[in-house]
């Protein structure tokens, strides 16, 4: 009888549950990455708000609670389990830096909670260390170094250098850039490598060392204040004049702005080429946050719209809030992106999105930089083939 009892008891709550909010746990480093992370959160309140005012999931609207990691692997595993054991979340999302993506990953798997992972790049994420509950939004170090390789092969330069922070992100950018290149071009020397501390660069001494090794080219992956520090001496000391120049996340406005009349002419970027992106779904987001934020969105503002969109899509077709179900609603779903470039899927294989992203070079136009020259690159057609994935990836 007792056993009946606390059944009764507890069918109630779990009728008003399933007519509540549907909450997730975002995390994010939103005091180390402001660049990126304001304008990713305008864009996942935008889009939460939007599908809200539709009628929600099934009549259920969305919530979101939202918590800082300040860039700490160990705080965003903390805040993991508050949000799961205190706040009830059905979902994980987020996260940024990629050191910090595989310890919520790594989280996912051992409690069994799902995890739509917004930015983090490493390709760890969704192949040496996928699993199960984790999926991946954003084009990785992978798939955006073939986007660069495709561009970078063509060209004459045969001497390499890289520069790129030195954590799980920049190596592995690093990494495939090598690897990709070599293989388009068995030509190509690498001739040395700068791996300096995130956020603490010492752009002179990186810029001296680049230059004694006399590239022909060199493989950027430095962002934010690295990327502004590095510029700026490697403009004073000369380092660009004559080299081609290969940089990932370049073109992307929050990296591409602040360098202002610093900008350099002609290199090889992926970004996001707001301006002049005129389609119509592109549009009508770009009015709305703009009506809604008072400035222009960035390429955070679309990772973060784009991520609520895909999870939506999501809970649509799994109709349940119960891990399990969404995870395998999750595999195969497709949602349109911000971007108006047509639908984008999760691969069942490996959980990783086909979103693309756009290359093009960049362009000094009076006292600001933007990218010129660009096109999309559709993520789908710079993914690893099958076989190579589940020679990475261990076996769900």
């Keep these: 009888m007792a056993g009946v009892a606390v059944a009764a008891l507890a069918r109630p709550a779990v009728l008003r549950a399933q007519t509540g909010p549907i909450r997730i746990g975002e995390i994010n480093?939103?005091?180390?990455?402001?660049?990126?992370?304001?304008?990713?959160?305008?864009?996942?309140?935008?889009?939460?708000?939007q599908i809200n005012a539709s009628g929600g999931?099934?009549?259920?609207?969305?919530?979101?609670?939202?918590?800082?990691?300040?860039?700490?692997?160990?705080?965003?595993?903390?805040?993991?389990g508050e949000l799961v054991n205190a706040e009830g979340v059905a979902l994980?999302?987020?996260g940024y830096l990629s050191n910090v993506g595989l310890a919520l990953g790594d989280f996912a798997k051992q409690n069994k909670k799902l995890y739509a992972a917004s930015e983090p790049l490493t390709d760890a994420?969704?192949?040496?260390?996928?699993?199960?509950?984790?999926?991946?939004?954003?084009?990785s170090?992978?798939?955006?170094?073939?986007?660069?390789?495709?561009?970078?092969?063509?060209?004459?330069?045969?001497?390499?250098?890289?520069?790129?922070?030195?954590?799980?992100?920049?190596?592995s950018a690093v990494k495939w850039f090598r690897e990709l290149l070599a293989k388009k071009r068995p030509d190509v020397e690498f001739v040395g490598e700068?791996?300096?501390?995130?956020?603490?660069?010492?752009?002179?001494?990186?810029?001296?060392?680049?230059?004694?090794?006399?590239?022909?080219?060199?493989?950027?992956?430095?962002?934010?204040?690295?990327?502004?520090?590095?510029?700026?001496?490697?403009?004073?000391?000369?380092?660009?004049?004559?080299?081609?120049?290969?940089?990932?996340?370049?073109?992307?406005?929050?990296?591409?702005?602040?360098?202002?009349?610093?900008?350099?002419?002609?290199?090889?970027?992926?970004?996001?080429?707001?301006?002049?992106?005129?389609?119509e779904v592109h549009?009508?987001?770009?009015?709305?946050?703009?009506?809604?934020?008072?400035?222009l969105p960035r390429c955070g503002s679309i990772v973060g719209h784009d991520n609520v969109q895909a999870i939506?899509?999501?809970?649509?077709?799994?109709?349940?809030?119960?891990?399990?179900?969404?995870?395998e609603a999750f595999r195969g779903i497709r949602f349109a992106t911000g971007y108006g470039t047509g639908e984008v899927t999760f691969r069942a294989l490996d959980h990783q999105s086909t979103l693309g992203a756009f290359v093009g070079r960049t362009k000094l136009e009076g006292k600001r930089g933007k990218m010129v020259d660009w096109r999309y690159a559709d993520g789908a057609d710079y993914l690893p083939g099958e076989a190579e994935v589940r020679a990475w990836r261990p076996q769900d």
Excluded: H
């Design 141 to 171: 170090t992978y798939m955006q170094a073939a986007m660069l390789v495709e561009e970078a092969a063509k060209l004459p330069a045969k001497r390499w250098a890289t520069v790129a922070p030195n954590y799980e992100y920049g190596q």
């Design 312 to 327: 939506a899509a999501m809970l649509r077709k799994a109709r349940s809030t119960e891990t399990e179900a969404m995870v």
């Design 57 to 80: 999931i099934d009549g259920r609207p969305l919530e979101t609670v939202f918590r800082d990691d300040a860039g700490k692997p160990e705080d965003a595993v903390r805040l993991a």
């Design 29 to 49: 480093s939103y005091t180390a990455q402001p660049a990126f992370l304001g304008p990713y959160r305008n864009g996942w309140l935008l889009a939460q708000e």
């Design 92 to 94: 994980l999302a987020g």
């Design 283 to 295: 549009v009508k987001l770009r009015d709305a946050y703009r009506q809604k934020f008072g400035e």
């Design 194 to 279: 700068q791996f300096p501390a995130l956020g603490r660069i010492d752009a002179g001494a990186t810029v001296q060392a680049l230059e004694r090794l006399r590239p022909e080219g060199i493989f950027n992956v430095t962002f934010g204040t690295d990327l502004l520090n590095f510029v700026r001496q490697g403009n004073t000391r000369g380092l660009f004049e004559g080299r081609v120049v290969a940089s990932m996340l370049s073109g992307e406005p929050e990296y591409l702005e602040p360098l202002g009349e610093e900008c350099p002419d002609g290199w090889i970027v992926t970004g996001y080429p707001r301006d002049d992106l005129d389609n």
């Design 125 to 139: 994420l969704v192949w040496s260390r996928g699993n199960r509950y984790t999926f991946r939004l954003r084009p």
